[in-house]
């Protein structure tokens, strides 16, 4: 049973910096699961941030980035803003014969 | 401008089965993978399935394989999810998206209760 850990809860103040990871089970998480960033509100489909570690969406304000650090995938907003408070979701690649995707459990990111 | 709307969804007793549609546009769909994932009430995110562009592979996960399959109709523009043997732990929204979830449909409940 694969496991994809992130952080629970985190809170940042307006016009901080925060970092968010994203770690699996199976070990050091690499290009090679093509980290992907999504971000939820309370009552709305999610939103994609981030695909394969880095690439943000057309859509995607610059204030977030997607990076590999200490062995998880990590997403790291800069700047905050109020209306960035959301849920936020990593979800990974496994590959092989058994081509699956994991999501994170997600982290509950206030602004306060 | 990409759309996905969902619809199928509704009221269903353990063991029962329903089928989920996902209605794309503004984009060529036969050119991408497309997912289902899903939501509990409350949960977090899940992925379920998904299938290739031509609908030769698919995937599952195993939560779901040997009910549920994924399917598609690219001369229809439709994304498809047959659930079978449906379990009260089945109970979320259910989402179509685009790839690994570049875009996304608004979601369709699916509840299995007695």
């Known amino acids: 049973q694969t496991v994809v850990t992130q952080e629970p809860s985190l809170t940042v103040s307006p016009g901080g910096t925060v970092t968010l990871t994203c770690a699996s089970s199976?070990?050091?998480?690499?290009?090679?699961?093509?980290p992907n960033w999504f971000q939820q509100k309370p009552g709305q489909a999610p939103r994609a941030l981030i695909y394969?570690?880095?690439n943000k969406h057309s859509w995607t304000p610059a204030r977030f980035s997607g990076s590999l650090l200490g062995g998880k995938a990590a997403l790291t907003l800069s700047g905050v803003q109020p209306e960035d408070e959301a849920e936020y979701y990593c979800?990974?690649?496994?590959?092989?014969?058994?081509?699956?995707?994991?999501f994170g459990g997600g982290t509950k990111l206030t602004v306060l | 401008e990409v759309q996905l709307v969902e619809s199928g969804g509704g009221l269903v007793q353990p063991g029962g089965s329903l089928r989920l549609s996902c209605a794309a546009s503004?984009?060529?769909?036969?050119?991408?993978?497309m997912s289902w994932v899903r939501q509990a009430p409350g949960k977090g995110l899940e992925w379920v399935a998904n299938?290739?562009?031509?609908?030769?592979?698919?995937y599952y996960v195993d939560s779901v394989k040997g009910r549920f399959t994924i399917s598609r109709d690219n001369a229809k523009n439709s994304l498809y999810l047959q659930m079978n043997s449906l379990r009260a732990e089945d109970t979320a929204v259910y989402y179509c998206?685009?790839?690994?979830?570049?875009?996304w449909g608004q979601g369709t409940l699916v509840t299995v209760s007695s």
């Open positions: 998206a685009r790839a690994v979830g570049a875009n």
């Open positions: 503004g984009f060529t769909f036969s050119s991408y993978w």
């Open positions: 299938i290739k562009q031509d609908g030769s592979e698919k």
């Open positions: 199976t070990g050091a998480v690499t290009s090679g699961y093509y």
């Open positions: 394969s570690t880095s």
């Open positions: 979800l990974l690649y496994y590959g092989g014969a058994q081509s699956t995707w994991v």
